[in-house]
């Protein structure tokens, strides 16, 4: 008992001052549960007036206040149209996006093949009606922030099944409004992913469409590269960047100055190692843009092209220049980069970033006037094939080549032959990430557990004598899929650190402690301190108020539903592997004050209200798709 119970206490009589306290807190509670039982309410009356720019009214109703978590806001941000064919695919699906937010749609993209499954990241299309010739695509956004979907591999998809003929029939007319949430719930998941500051604040569906309300929050910029999300790329900053935090500012100075932060206190802290091993695969067209007067583009091998600038010229004053821009966007990965071949009929003139390099031609042309002699000086056509290297300007950023054609006649024309090789090897870098060197460079701070790969090596300080076996995982994706084995992948540490400064006083307890030590379950005793030093002793009768009874547990109900069978896995639906397509969904429910269980739709009671325990059956669950994915792992040892 606090001293300032032990006050109240003795201005209200027990009975009065428990009936108080009991109202108060059911009315609280009330008011409580009434605003933010359950997600539906939380969106309703905070996260939507919030975003929305729209007053907030606190829990007991009493006051409002005007909020500004977003910077621009959009009364419908994204709509999603699906529609499904005779197939049971979905043959029509269209995403209309407002970008900037400003009100009107600006971006449109329409799905160009039948979707016949989908996950929680992306789609998979079939042949119509079956689960035949299946390619499985994620939703992505591209660099200039459009909506696109790039083919994946099925492992890199979540939570997929299947809507077409193949595993049912009217799956999507039927489940319409789960198929929307779920369609759009990939497509906003992969939007705000790209851009950490798209917050939606609703979702509303109306018939074959689903529209998202959605607002741009966290940071007012044009950039979505916030500052929270750079430590995603450089998790080792955030320890550096919380130390300067505090240096500048005045609050956490004065905080740590005080006497309740100069005492000695013990800190426990959660920190990882993780290894990273990322795999990147290469393309030509990764490698390198070409843009400009390209006339033809043919291989001349494996990583290699070719590119003729090609023109008409001209016997006046000034001869046209055709020219064409190399990009390279990894220039490290540029082997070779050479001008191999010039043809002209009469003349033409390499140029490499406005600088004459070479040229073909009956007479010399190396400078920026015009060549002796007439045009169309012969029938034969002339000829270099002296190799001239521009890979060193290449390498350097983005390059010019121009062809200067001259020539009359029937002989008016010039190219320029460039011969471009990249290197496309997979790319595969591995960095370890320490955040646990300062907690162990610390010597305040000790190892209190560790788990190493799911393994657990220390618990409450002591070494369990455990150790986990080197490990062997796969990284990338198709040709570039590569093979680690290493000791370990992750360390998980929890480390507890004593903080000891200087300048604390130790609060005075021993009244406390009298009172704890001498009281009774009826009577309180008290020795309190004058101010002339004399201590007096005092005792007064004590009854805790009447607490109501509750019963023992909250009543609940379990129901179930039927639900097609319609979850896949690289090894095809689940329902021609079973031999009853059809399952069912159980759901928990909360009963209502007079016993009542509220039965969703098409469901059917399992358990009426009561206290149910299904913990044995979810042990057994669990239990089962461990042993599941265990006998997936081939192990050596012998039957």
Excluded at 157 to 174: E, F, I, M, R, T
Excluded at 303 to 316: D, E, F, L
Excluded at 357 to 385: E, F, H, M
Aim: aromatic letters at 6%.
């Amino acid at each position: 008992m606090s001293l300032c119970g032990l006050a109240l206490s003795a201005a209200l009589p027990a009975p009065a001052l428990a009936q108080d306290m009991d109202v108060r807190a059911r009315a609280a509670a009330a008011a409580s549960r009434a605003r933010s039982s359950d997600s539906e309410a939380i969106s309703q009356n905070y996260l939507t007036p919030g975003l929305s720019n729209q007053p907030i009214t606190t829990v007991d109703g009493g006051q409002s206040f005007a909020t500004s978590l977003s910077c621009q806001k959009s009364a419908t941000m994204l709509e999603l149209l699906a529609q499904p064919g005779s197939s049971g695919d979905i043959t029509h699906l269209t995403i209309t996006r407002d970008k900037d937010l400003d009100g009107s749609f600006d971006s449109s993209l329409t799905v160009p093949m039948p979707i016949s499954g989908i996950c929680a990241n992306g789609i998979i299309s079939c042949e119509a009606g079956t689960w035949k010739q299946c390619n499985a695509f994620k939703w992505d956004v591209s660099a200039a922030g459009d909506l696109k979907l790039t083919q994946a591999d099925l492992s890199d998809l979540s939570g997929c099944y299947c809507v077409n003929a193949s595993c049912g029939s009217n799956l999507v007319s039927g489940n319409l409004s789960s198929v929307l949430k779920d369609l759009g719930g990939g497509v906003i998941g992969a939007l705000t992913t790209a851009d950490p500051r798209i917050g939606v604040s609703q979702a509303s569906i109306e018939g074959p469409v689903i529209r998202y309300v959605g607002a741009q929050t966290t940071a007012c910029t044009t950039s979505p590269s916030v500052s929270a999300t750079a430590y995603r790329a450089e998790p080792n900053a955030i320890s550096s960047d919380a130390y300067d935090a505090s240096q500048a500012s005045s609050v956490f100075t004065a905080l740590s100055a005080s006497a309740a932060g100069s005492g000695k206190s013990e800190l426990t802290s959660s920190c990882t190692i993780e290894r990273e091993i990322t795999v990147k695969s290469w393309d030509y067209d990764d490698i390198l843009a070409v843009s400009g007067s390209i006339t033809s583009v043919t291989s001349c091998g494996a990583n290699c092209r070719r590119y003729q600038i090609r023109g008409a010229g001209s016997c006046g004053a000034t001869p046209p220049i055709y020219t064409a821009t190399f990009d390279p966007v990894a220039p490290d990965r540029i082997v070779s980069a050479r001008i191999v071949e010039m043809g002209a009929d009469d003349w033409v003139q390499a140029r490499v970033n406005g600088e004459i390099v070479g040229y073909a031609g009956k007479r010399q042309w190396l400078g920026t006037g015009l060549p002796t002699g007439d045009c169309r000086i012969s029938d034969d056509p002339w000829y270099n094939r002296n190799p001239i290297d521009i890979t060193a300007q290449m390498k350097a950023g983005a390059t010019t080549v121009g062809a200067r054609v001259r020539g009359g006649g029937g002989g008016n024309w010039g190219y320029v032959t460039v011969e471009v090789n990249v290197d496309t090897a997979c790319e595969v870098s591995e960095r370890l990430v320490d955040l646990c060197a300062g907690y162990g460079a610390n010597g305040a701070c000790r190892l209190i557990a560790e788990d190493v790969d799911g393994v657990e090596t220390v618990r409450n300080g002591v070494n369990t004598g455990l150790k986990p076996l080197p490990q062997t995982r796969l990284f990338g994706t198709g040709s570039c899929t590569y093979q680690y084995a290493r000791d370990f992948f992750l360390r998980s540490r929890r480390y507890s650190c004593i903080t000891d400064r200087a300048g604390q006083s130790q609060p005075d307890l021993s009244r406390a402690a009298y009172i704890i030590d001498h009281s009774t379950e009826t009577m309180i005793a008290d020795r309190i301190e004058a101010a002339d030093g004399s201590v007096s002793a005092t005792t007064r009768a004590f009854s805790m108020p009447d607490r109501p009874t509750v019963s023992s547990c909250e009543a609940i109900c379990k129901t179930r539903a039927p639900k097609a069978n319609s979850g896949v896995a690289p090894d095809g639906a689940v329902a021609q592997r079973q031999n009853d397509p059809t399952g069912w969904d159980s759901f928990y429910h909360i009963c209502s004050t007079d016993s009542v269980c509220p039965l969703g739709e098409g469901e059917e009671i399992v358990s009426g209200c009561g206290c149910i325990d299904d913990f044995p059956e979810a042990v057994v669950m669990m239990q089962t798709v461990r042993l599941a994915g265990s006998d997936l792992a081939c192990t050596a040892a012998s039957q």
